[in-house]
């Protein structure tokens, strides 16, 4: 009867622990597949797209942004953004830089369509930018 207990005990806590994680990976799949729209995507090529990026689950929110090619990007690392993600980097199109506070905008124009990683100097946090 006491073994019966025990294995009781264990069948619940490991369908406790199962549910959690189960939870969790479907919310992790939400964070990675949440996309933005800049300001202005539809406007004319000399309009300025403008993109804040955020931290949740430890990476930039939103980690999709969709900007139009041949017009100005600027993006700003709002205030909950810390550490190496603060340092960020778009290689296909030069950027890097550190913002040091969310008055410091990144700007860039992208030139190419495509889909491009953002990320911050250390590739911990990442991001994809698509270019149409």
């Known amino acids: 009867m006491k073994n019966m207990s025990l ?15 189960f939870a969790r990976a479907g919310a992790d799949t939400a964070v990675d597949s949440q996309e ?3 300001d202005n995507f539809g406007g004319d090529v000399n309009d300025v797209q403008k993109v804040t990026l955020g931290l949740k ?7 999709e942004v969709t900007v139009k090619a041949g017009a100005p990007v600027e993006i700003t690392l709002d205030q909950s953004v810390v550490g190496c993600l603060r340092s960020f980097s778009i290689k296909d199109f030069g950027v890097n830089k550190y913002s040091k506070s969310p008055d410091e905008k990144i700007v860039f124009t992208p030139n190419k369509k ?4 953002f990320s911050c100097s250390m590739g911990m946090g990442y991001g994809t930018l698509i270019v149409k």
């Open 7 to 21: 294995l009781a005990i264990i069948v619940v806590v490991i369908a406790i622990i199962g549910g959690f994680l």
């Open 36 to 38: 933005v729209i800049a």
């Open 57 to 63: 689950n430890y990476n930039y929110w939103p980690n």
């Open 114 to 117: 495509g889909k491009f990683r």
